[in-house]
């Protein structure tokens, strides 16, 4: 028997659906009273579709009875996708959201978000105010900072931020005994000032550099000329008396070092007068005598040792009594 094609398939099952349909809706025989109604191969009849367009819909329909009864949470269960129309992708548009290109939406700007937003503003105003502050190009004569010297717009931001002074590089080259940069050993030794007003940045501020010497050494401190001068002034009255005190205390260390070098020099002079009594005491011979002989003199009836030094060699005769 030959395949049958895909029209004889379809009219074979209709023609089944059909028997089916006819053999439910036939009318059942007379039961014994007592008993319930019997029905043909003791199954109770299904609502069968009396079509193929119905029996479509009558799948449906069951389909989505099932969905609704079998899930507990009572929500619809996805339908099936259809091979015939393809690949393609399924959007549900009742959950879609506008999420406004990536920008911030109206459900972002509540509760805590609100908060960051709020932050960032002052960061941004923050930053604002900086660049007016400072680092606002000069654009505006009237409102950007300039030289303090020359008026100049092209001010030096470092040494606003730093010193709070508005000076161009111009004048710092040009002005060295006002802005030129002292280290801390220098204004110690010139403007005679302690290391913790040097360390006092409400007092003098500084400018930490790396140090030119090594990476691993403490930072370099740099100080304006200027306010160097200013604080040595007021805490020694003035040029004149910045200057005695230098002087007074270079007197001081001149005679702290005539008097050690005097100390010394009476330490030496001992040492070597120590040294000279050392030597002659030294150089005095001292005989030490060892009996070498015993000569027995007939004449004198007599018995004499010769002894002899052993360092020099010098000899003298012992009468033994």
């Keep these: 028997m030959s395949d049958l094609t895909p029209a004889q398939s ?32 003791k199954r109770q009849p299904a609502n069968v579709p009396t079509s193929a367009r119905n029996m479509v819909e009558h799948q449906a329909q069951a389909g989505d009875n099932h969905g609704e009864k079998g899930n507990g949470k009572g929500e619809e269960m996805p ?13 549900d548009l009742s959950k879609m959201k ?3 290109g990536g920008f911030l939406t109206e459900e972002d700007v509540t509760g805590d978000r609100i908060k960051s937003l709020k932050e960032l503003a002052a960061e941004k105003e923050r ?13 505006v004569p009237g409102r950007s900072p300039t030289c ?24 710092q080259k040009e002005k060295p005994e006002k802005y030129s940069l002292l280290t801390k050993t220098e204004c110690k030794e010139d403007y005679l000032l302690t290391d913790p007003e040097l ?10 550099r790396p140090n ?67 030597r002659k005491q030294d150089a005095q011979h001292v005989h030490e005598y060892e009996d070498v002989e015993q000569v027995y003199d007939e004449e004198e009836g007599s018995t004499k040792v010769v002894q002899r030094c052993f360092g020099c060699g010098a000899e003298q005769e012992m009468e033994v009594l």
């Excluded at 053999?23 to 029905?39: K, R």
């Excluded at 339908?79 to 959007?91: A, H, N, Q, S, V």
């Design 98 to 100: 506008n999420s406004r």
């Design 79 to 91: 339908m099936r996708r259809d091979p015939g129309l393809g690949k393609y992708f399924e959007y």
């Design 127 to 139: 930053e604002l105010r900086q660049i007016r502050e400072g680092e606002e190009p000069a654009i």
């Design 199 to 208: 360390r006092d940045e409400d007092l003098i501020p500084h400018l930490l």
């Design 212 to 278: 030119p010497y090594a990476s691993n050494y403490s930072n370099m401190m740099l100080f304006m000329r200027a306010q160097v001068e200013k604080v040595a002034y007021e805490k020694w009255g003035g040029d004149e008396g910045l200057d005695e005190e230098w002087e007074r205390r270079e007197e001081f260390k001149k005679r702290k070092r005539e008097e050690k070098f005097e100390a010394g020099l009476r330490d030496l002079r001992k040492r070597t007068r120590n040294n000279l009594y050392q």
């Design 148 to 171: 303090a010297d020359c008026g100049s717009l092209e001010i030096d931001h470092v040494f606003e931020k730093t010193f709070g002074v508005r000076v161009c590089r111009k004048c």
């Design 10 to 41: 379809r009219l074979a099952a209709l023609n089944r659906l059909k028997a089916k349909q006819k053999l439910a809706s036939a009318p059942s025989p007379a039961s014994a009273p007592g008993q319930g109604v019997q029905y043909v191969n």
